[in-house]
């Protein structure tokens, strides 16, 4: 449907839904996602088949009009959660329907209750937490998603120790209400139990699956118990802050050095794709870039179809030569995820360059190239790299002049001018010599020098940081924060 | 014009009957597809039912399903239309003779009886009810994206010669890819989007059930438990749905109706197609009794 003032002229335009649909985009917009005036228009338009009552389908509706993206789609469910929390009957604060224990709504819990498994005036009165503990057994064995759901909010209510008003964000109550669970205790009953129901009978394989199958449930739990501690401090601080303390970055805009785990885990889910992506793209450019010199020999020969005239040139395959990389790594703490992505997605597409080979280094140097040789699975190389690479010289702490003399001193002479040489690392030298004329040398004999710095660029050259110093001999520092910058520079490289 | 579906729960029960099980989402954005009149852009992992979402979708109706396979150097005269310059040449030639003048001879060279129609034309021109599939998408270049805009946002097509082709009926059109590159803005924002993911493990087994007639409820459960189990490992291919059916199948060949670890391990280049895969796959279930538990999940 192209008609687009079909809303303006809709007679439901002013409608408070409408207007929800406003906001909506407005908080999505500000969280990082592009949503265009269209998708905005097509959102309204598509909630008008879809009754808001039919929470799911009014989630993927508009999911499928505003979210282009799938790696954005985390992203818009929380917000969704956030936003339309109160909003639609079934998910309200205290439904009827499925609360065995007839508890009060959160309105009790303003008078803050006492200390967290007492009981309290809140609700649940007479489960003690054993009891709790082992009703919350019995649902995870069964699968009961009824039951996991109220004991969730149970264990919120009394674990969380939630008070309106108090400025800690979700993860600090989701902590709380998961230490006083103890789900890995609960994880290893429930296969002792299994194991026992089985008797001795039980394959490995059963096992196994049997383990997934109830982590997959405690992970529902977990979300269960995420999604109560929401409701409630959306209740408490209204949605539009709340999403304000939710606004999390995108996988690709994740800084490198302040990952948390989750993030990281994310990250390398989505390095793949990515070096996927590039690779078709680079081959692409590669074939279709510019064409070769004159093909004179073809060109002659189909000049014979146009009575001798060349009428149609022919050119020859372009063949740009591929460079050869020498990628130089920090690994030391503060910077070693950002170097395990970089090696990850430099060896991914290696089929771009002529020659790859890796050295790592603390404050020794070690060539790491042989781990990669003949492996096909990237990321056991780079944990190999992690783990037994050689690079301890004296204390572990970085020390940039000393391993670039290493380096110079075995491997100079292999730098030659068809290298492309990357130096990762935050230049944080511990107040060491910098040996920045190693830098220079190295660029007077490489084709190109690179420095990419994980560090925002307002902390270089603070501190113990000289970038700056050996910037003055590259042909460029960049500053490579997430996968977007190192995707970009990437993309330039070849 | 009339709709096509009823309601969300009608699309999936239809949806049902000729053996696609959707849930929510998927039969949610057919139905919108068909409301708001926009062509849905499907994304996903391979072998997920992408494609057969559409042909699904087209059996329902009872519609003729026309498709466009992409691919690298795809243009406009095999995706559109083309002129027959051969027919072309001969209705020139044979009218030479006669007196007629030029101008005529070219009204009638550039109608519609010298134009080949290709795939996207041929669906705005249909009479009956079609489902246009335009498959792999993100093969084209960019560029050749552009080709697309004006059959997917106003479902018509300019032919200079012969003005604006606008669509008889507008046609339910989806379009798949496999994600290989990003798609351009505008052809995102002229769609519905769907992301395709492997099925919850009940969908699984459920379409296992639908799609291996002879299999056992149990067997089916343990087949999708396992293959759920093997998705959460760091794959270089996750196996996809249609391998799970293809060993589902292998195993009702097989005779056994209970897998055990051997089974599996025997069996598992069914499920995976990389060497390196299928060796992490046998290494995490035959020594995992060793490695208990690590800390769930986090």
């Given at each position: 449907m192209t008609d687009t003032t079909g809303v303006a002229t809709d007679p439901g335009a002013d409608s408070p839904l409408f207007n929800l649909i406003e906001g909506f985009v407005v908080e999505l917009r500000t969280a990082g996602l592009p949503v265009s005036l269209v998708e905005n228009i097509d959102a309204a338009q598509a909630v008008r088949h879809i009754p808001i009552e039919d929470r799911a389908a009014f989630k993927y509706a508009l999911a499928a009009t505003l979210v282009k993206n799938n790696a954005h789609w985390k992203t818009f469910e929380t917000l969704f959660e956030v936003y339309f929390s109160l909003r639609g009957n079934e998910y309200a604060l205290d439904p009827d329907g499925d609360d065995p224990f007839g508890e009060g709504d959160f309105e009790d819990g303003e008078n803050p209750d006492g200390p967290p498994g007492q009981g309290g005036e809140g609700g649940g009165e007479g489960l003690s937490p054993e009891e709790l503990a082992e009703l919350l057994y019995q649902a995870l064995m069964k699968g009961d998603q009824a039951l996991m759901r109220a004991l969730a909010k149970q264990a919120v209510k009394r674990y969380a120790g939630m008070e309106p008003g108090r400025p800690v964000g979700g993860t600090y109550y989701l902590y709380r209400t998961l230490r006083n669970l103890d789900l890995d205790g609960m994880l290893e009953r429930l296969m002792d139990q299994s194991r026992e129901d089985a008797?001795?009978?039980?394959s490995s394989l059963d096992e196994r699956l049997q383990k997934d199958e109830y982590e997959h449930r405690l992970e529902e739990l977990r979300k269960e118990i995420e999604a109560e501690i929401r409701r409630r401090l959306v209740a408490d601080r209204g949605a539009e802050a709340m999403a304000k303390t939710l606004r999390k970055p995108l996988p690709e805009d994740v800084d490198f050095m302040h990952a948390s785990r989750d993030e990281m885990a994310n990250l390398r889910r989505a390095i793949y794709p990515l070096t996927r992506k590039l690779a078709v793209r680079l081959a692409r450019k590669r074939r279709h870039g510019r064409k070769g010199p004159l093909d004179f020999r073809n060109t002659v020969r189909h000049s014979l179809s146009y009575g001798g005239v060349p009428a149609e040139p022919k050119f020859r395959y372009p063949r740009p030569s591929k460079p050869e990389i020498i990628v130089i790594a920090d690994i030391s703490g503060s910077v070693a995820a950002f170097a395990r992505f970089t090696l990850h997605l430099v060896y991914a597409i290696?089929?771009?360059?002529s020659k790859v080979r890796a050295f790592v280094f603390i404050d020794g140097l070690d060539e790491v190239t042989r781990f990669f040789e003949g492996v096909d699975d990237i990321a056991e190389a780079v944990h190999r790299v992690n783990t037994?690479?050689?690079?301890?010289?004296?204390?572990?702490?970085?020390?940039y002049g000393h391993a670039f003399e290493v380096f110079w001193e075995n491997f100079g002479k292999e730098v030659g001018p068809k290298s492309t040489v990357l130096v990762l690392g935050?230049?944080?030298?511990?107040?060491?010599?910098?040996?920045a004329w190693i830098m220079k040398e190295i660029q007077h004999r490489a084709r190109k020098l690179f420095w990419l710095n994980?560090?925002?660029?307002?902390?270089?050259?603070?501190?113990?940081?000289i970038v700056g110093e050996y910037g003055a001999h590259c042909d460029g520092v960049f500053e490579v924060r997430n996968l977007r910058q190192l995707e970009g520079f990437v993309d330039n490289l070849v | 014009m009339a709709h096509r579906f009823e309601s969300v729960e009608a699309v999936r029960k239809s949806l049902g009957e000729v053996e696609y099980l959707a849930d929510d989402g998927i039969a949610g954005i057919a139905y919108l597809a068909d409301r708001l009149d926009k062509p849905v852009l499907i994304e996903g992992p391979a072998g997920t039912g992408k494609t057969q979402l559409a042909k699904s979708v087209a059996e329902m109706l009872g519609a003729r399903l026309i498709r466009l396979q992409c691919y690298e150097g795809l243009d406009e005269s095999k995706a559109l239309y083309e002129w027959n310059y051969k027919k072309q040449l001969l209705r020139i030639q044979t009218e030479k003779?006669?007196?007629?003048d030029w101008d005529n001879i070219q009204d009638d060279i550039f109608s519609n009886e010298f134009l080949l129609t290709r795939p996207l034309l041929e669906a705005i021109s249909a009479d009956d009810p079609v489902v246009l599939l335009i498959d792999e998408v993100d093969r084209v270049e960019v560029e050749t994206e552009a080709l697309l805009l004006e059959i997917l946002s106003d479902y018509q097509v300019s032919i200079p010669e012969l003005g604006t082709l606008e669509a008889k009926q507008i046609p339910l059109v989806f379009l798949t890819s496999n994600n290989t590159r990003e798609l351009s803005e505008a052809l995102k924002r002229r769609c519905l989007f769907l992301h395709l993911d492997y099925p919850e493990m009940e969908r699984e087994k459920e379409i296992v059930l639908t799609k291996v007639p002879d299999i056992t409820e149990n067997l089916a459960d343990q087949v999708a438990r396992i293959v759920r189990s093997i998705r959460q490992l760091e794959l270089k291919k996750a196996p996809s749905v249609s391998e799970t059916i293809d060993w589902a199948r292998t195993l009702i060949l097989l005779g056994i109706d209970q897998i055990t670890e051997q089974d599996a391990v025997e069996t598992a280049n069914v499920l995976l197609k990389y060497r390196s895969d299928i060796e992490k796959v046998v290494k995490e279930f035959s020594t995992n009794s060793s490695a208990h538990f690590e800390a769930v999940g986090s």
């Open positions: 008797g001795d009978d039980m290696s089929s771009q360059f037994e690479a050689d690079v301890v010289w004296v204390d572990g702490h970085s020390d935050d230049a944080r030298n511990n107040y060491h010599a910098s040996q994980p560090e925002p660029k307002a902390y270089w050259n603070t501190g113990d940081s | 003779t006669d007196d007629v």
